[in-house]
């Protein structure tokens, strides 16, 4: 059965209505505020916006559950566009490692980094990891996120990877939507030690052509970077993708700066994420196309890193900026895309209006679901969020707290579920 609410007396709605492509520059503080706004929802949609006394005397109005909003803040639900959402356990001796002053490569180099999370991966079952990524997936719900991307790429060989993009497509019951991506080339596997070439053309021969066919995934995404893929592999990579029918994305210049914004823009990828060593011509080459930046600064807070992304440089130069968790054990394990706004605002000064923007409109342009999401406008998906606050600048201001009080997803309200009663290390 579905429900009709009525959400009324909001004293900021943000509505983030505007023009039907990215936000850029200015347009990306603009977030379409109704003062005292008011949302009806009916079969999963939203069906009407505006000012709550217009709303309360509509005739479709008067059978809806009614919600009061009065004082409080009513935004549309984070999309959360970069996640490893299906992953093995936390990394806490790579953790404190880097608390000791070791770097990303040298976690990596003694037993930690990506490798050892697919070794857990792969002696994993699928039930453990669709269980577990469950879990993650409900409190990104609790913290406001309503759709969701999902990588793979710590299987790295066909069961694995199968196994992973199986555990993210799998759920009938699913509290929130989710888009998967195919990371094989995330990091060169064991079997192939050496022999990076040689993976990557089996990934294009092999791998990419069974998951389309498959249709376990919407995208394919590739980590371009020292100690991963050259340019050169990356583009064989992308390029297969493309004559699949999946969606480029890349992960460019976290580390070090080999040239992966070019290709994304040369391979029309939906967006090029992270961005740490991006170069100026990068930024004026990035702001001329239609490739998302995807900043992800949860990953630099939590590697102990000072180097954000120049997130005013890409703003002031046009390009459309996006923000999102980048959810995965090794760099990034946080669920809560309010966090990320505010790393985003204290680190890489983004105004709190611009970093709303960029986690919600500018999210579902980096994965080309804006027709439905990422705004509060008539005939999309209701997923909004009800927050406990007065003013939107509370969500990065009080930082590392949670203002959700409801999360909408599809018309529905989440429900807060209870951890299950079963161990997860039983499974
Ligand atoms: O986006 N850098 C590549 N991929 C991830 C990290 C993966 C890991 O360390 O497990 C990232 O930061
Ligand atoms: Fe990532």
């Known amino acids: 059965m579905t429900s009709t609410y009525l959400i009324r007396g909001a004293k900021q709605l943000l509505t983030l209505r505007g023009a039907a492509g990215p936000r850029r ?16 929802i009916e079969d999963g949609i939203i069906k009407e916006v505006g ?18 909003a009065y004082g409080k803040v009513v935004l549309p639900g984070f999309v959360d566009s970069h996640t490893h959402l299906v992953c093995g356990p936390p990394r806490l001796k790579d953790y404190e490692m880097r608390i000791a002053g070791k770097t990303y490569a040298e976690i990596a180099a003694n037993g930690g980094g990506i490798l050892s999370t697919v070794r857990s991966v792969r002696s994993w079952t699928w039930r453990r990891l669709e269980a577990e990524a469950r879990k993650v997936l409900r409190r990104m719900g ?75 995934a919407d995208y394919a995404d590739v980590y371009c970077d020292q100690n991963a893929f050259t340019v ?4 064989r990579y992308l390029q297969a993708a493309r004559l699949a029918g999946l969606k480029p994305r890349i992960h460019a210049s976290q580390f070090a700066n080999l040239g992966a914004v070019q290709l994304a823009v040369e391979q029309g990828a939906m967006s090029a994420d992270h961005l740490e060593q991006i170069a100026e011509a990068e930024v004026r080459a990035l702001a001329q196309s239609n490739v998302v930046a995807t900043l992800l600064p949860g990953s630099v807070f939590h590697i102990g890193s000072s180097r954000y992304p120049p997130a005013r ?5 046009g390009a459309a900026v ?33 970093a709303i923007a960029a986690a919600t409109v500018n999210g579902a342009h980096a994965l080309g679901i804006a027709g439905q999401v990422g705004s509060i406008e008539a005939g999309k998906q209701a997923d909004l969020l009800l927050m406990d606050i007065s003013d939107y600048r509370e969500i990065p201001y009080h930082f590392g707290v949670n203002q959700v009080e409801l999360t909408f997803k599809r018309g529905e309200i989440l429900q807060k579920e209870k951890e299950p009663a079963w161990d997860i290390n039983d499974l």
């Open 313 to 317: 440089q890409l703003i002031e130069a």
């Open 322 to 354: 996006a923000l999102a968790t980048d959810f995965n054990p090794g760099t990034s394990p946080t669920y809560n895309m309010q966090m990320v706004l505010a790393l985003a605002c204290t680190q890489m000064r983004m105004t709190p209006a611009e």
């Open 232 to 235: 050169e592999q990356s583009r």
């Open 51 to 68: 000012p709550s006394r217009r709303l309360t005397n509509l005739a479709s109005a008067r059978e809806a559950t009614e919600i009061e």
């Open 142 to 216: 609790e913290h406001g996120t309503t759709s969701v991307e999902a990588k793979s790429g710590y299987g790295l060989d066909e069961t694995s990877e199968f196994k992973l993009l199986r555990a993210a497509r799998h759920w009938d019951a699913r509290p929130l939507d989710i888009y998967s991506t195919f990371l094989g080339a995330h990091a060169v596997p064991p079997e192939f030690e050496g022999r990076a070439d040689d993976y990557i053309s089996w990934l294009c021969t092999d791998m990419i052509p069974a998951v389309a066919r498959r249709r376990l």
């Open 25 to 40: 520059g200015p347009a990306l503080a603009d977030l379409g505020i109704i003062l005292d706004g008011a949302v009806l």
